[in-house]
């Protein structure tokens, strides 16, 4: 518990020092949270063009999918704005950060998220709370202390299961020079399909979504779970709740593989 107290304050202290100094920029700063959040309102701006064309997605309005997709974008920002210089793994690798990194006495994976001062995912962030907020005034939802406590977890736990994939793709960086495709291929296609009802698909589709790239347990399944919007699942409605224990127990998996790489790590040039 000691060791745990210690690395979150050193994790808090490099966190806060990356900040201060995006802070002494203040142009930049509101440039890159106005392109950020830009960017992913592009996205909700197509899905409103999408619903005013055609009323639904799969039965699912536009409150109910400004629901998922505010949820789903929530996660994203949350782990970006945590420990988005990990997704520069390769980068770190290849320019002989790690190296750096390895003789401090700090974890290395939180050297690496804290790396980046990057302001782009602040603008993530404000659009995911303009969205969810839009959300929350339009969807129909019976509100309990049971069911905010659950959305809380749920988001967190989206936040983990997409923060794993990047951790397992920074382990295969100490085997791979350039690990971009594989990270913008998976990034692309949780952003993809995380923001939209996977109901849209099959069966078949719609188990692969949840058995083997559990892409439905980010926004779809808790969402589907806290809006009664159950019915049409392909897989058991129950499995929405296991939400927030998936995404952590997958981030400790890819968390364990990112140590398991980290020991043949042979450092530049070899």
Do not use: C
């Not at 690496?112 to 659009?127: A, C, K, N, Q």
Request: no cysteine; glycine share 12%.
């Amino acid at each position: 518990m000691a060791d745990l107290k210690r690395e979150l304050r050193l994790y808090l202290l490099l966190r806060g020092a990356s900040l201060r100094g995006v802070l002494q920029y203040r142009g930049n700063l509101l440039m890159m949270v106005l392109a950020g959040a830009a960017y992913q309102g592009s996205g909700f701006a197509f899905v409103w063009a999408l619903l005013h064309t055609f009323g639904t997605v799969a039965g699912w309005g536009l409150g109910q999918i400004a629901f998922l997709y505010g949820m789903r974008l929530l996660s994203h920002a949350l782990w970006l704005v945590t420990i988005d210089g990990v997704g520069q793994a390769d980068f770190l690798i290849r320019e002989g950060q790690l190296d750096r990194m390895l003789l401090r006495p700090a974890n290395v994976l939180s050297q690496m998220g804290t790396y980046t001062r990057s302001v782009l995912p602040f603008g993530d962030l404000t659009m995911a709370i303009l969205v969810f907020g839009v959300a929350l005034t339009v969807a129909d939802v019976n509100w309990s202390p049971a069911s905010i406590g659950f959305l809380v977890l749920a988001i967190v736990g989206g936040a983990f299961l997409e923060a794993s994939v990047v951790v397992v793709i920074a382990g295969l960086s100490v085997r791979v020079l350039d690990t971009w495709a594989y990270r913008l291929m998976m990034l692309d296609t949780i952003d993809t399909l995380g923001s939209y009802p996977l109901s849209v698909f099959g069966t078949g589709v719609q188990r692969v979504l949840t058995y083997v790239m559990p892409i439905a347990f980010i926004a779809f399944l808790p969402a589907g779970v806290i809006l009664g919007r159950t019915g049409q699942l392909a897989v058991p409605a129950w499995l929405g709740l296991l939400s927030p224990l998936v995404g952590v127990g997958l981030f400790v998996l890819a968390y364990r593989f990112w140590r398991h790489q980290l020991r043949f790590y042979q450092g530049v040039g070899h």
